[in-house]
């Protein structure tokens, strides 16, 4: 091993095989950890972290519960960080989680036009969509035509409402309940809730839909 | 600045193509590079907006053509350089071969990852009254600053709403340059399709962004 080499499974490759940027991010990486200013451990921790404990199914509780929860619903409308803050499990939001509501006569949908801002707490790490130009010059623009890219469409009376996330506030879309739900558990539901329905460019599952 | 990233509106990007069973990193290295613009973030190199402007400062045809993670790593490098973390000689020779420099939270170990995983604070106390409420008009000030803002071109100059109010919050104009967190009053500020793309656009769309105190005016 050569003496930047860590004992961790991404450093198994044969250098020759590297691209460019691989190269240039190991050599980051030992020059960040060589100066003594990060445990590349804690590099490994954190991509573990990411990878386990976020992602959409921590969303979908709570767009469950407050399918199933009048009092929760109206908690999460009005201050979503302390609403999902009171549900242990997805404590990490902080403090500027907004929830805003579909209805029959308004559609929400979530954009960063300048960058990337997303609830990654809520929903995990932004897809390649999400982050990409197409999205983010179009959204906030012709919104409807960005749905038809999903295979969605809405009636054409719908008010269309688009939330630009040019600040630290991040926004989740509180989507309408499916229809032939009712009497369901909230573990049931949450299993209709998409991520993208959590942004507004999708709707939940409907009952008995392929998941 | 007036950057390539404040893509709001343009044309020809072509249509959205979601991936079907996407997975959370397309590459090993891009993992690498979130955590470490996270964990060098947490000890303290520099603060959210510091990170967001050195991306935005990448020439345009590099930002245009470079993946999201391939811009993290180039944004990454050059605040480190800029900072003097890190040095030309260090990133030629592959390794460290140039003295550290502090770090305000020292090094970033295992024991400090969860305090990444847990969202940061951007809300402070208020330095004066706000100039606006809810259900005020307002108008997004025709300025252009040089450095980084997060007020959106395709605002300026157009007339909205103002709808909630989030309270005081960290400035981006100016903690991205070491000028202070000088916290402003942020609202959401609502605009009328048609106000801000002329009178072919949708009518049934409403635009709104969150908007610093400073980035508006009466109307």
Redesign the interface.
Known sequence: MS??DHDHH?HDHDHSELSE????????????S??????P???????Q???T??GPHNGAQVVAKAWTDPAFKKALLEDASKAVGTLGHV??????L?AVENTPGRHNMVVC????CYP??ML??P???Y??????????????G?LT??GVSLP??????????????RFLVLPMRPEGTEGWSEQQLAELVTR?SMIG?GFPRKPGAPS | MNGVHDMGGMDGFGKVEPEPNEPMFHEEWESRVLAMVRAMGAAGAFNIDASRFYRETLPPHVYLSSSYYRKWLLGLEALLLDKGFIAQDDMAAGHSVTPASPLKHGKFSVADVERVMVRGKFGRTAPALAKFKAGDRVRAKNIHPATHTRLPRYVRGHIGVVERDHGCHVFPDTAANDAGERPQWLYTVVFDGRELWGPDSDPTIKVSIDAFEPYLEPA
Request: net charge negative.
């Open positions: 003496e930047h991404h940027t691989e190269l240039r991010v190991r050599a980051l990486e030992s020059i960040l060589e100066k003594g200013y990060l445990e451990a804690a590099l490994d921790a954190i991509v972290a990411y990878e404990k976020i404590s990490r939001v902080g403090d500027h907004v036009t300048l960058c990337s990654w707490e995990g790490l897809p390649v969509w982050k990409a130009a197409p999205y983010r010059s179009r959204a906030v623009r012709d919104p409807r960005v890219d999903f054409k009376e719908t008010e269309i409402r688009v939330w630009d996330s040019t600040a630290e506030t993208d460019t």
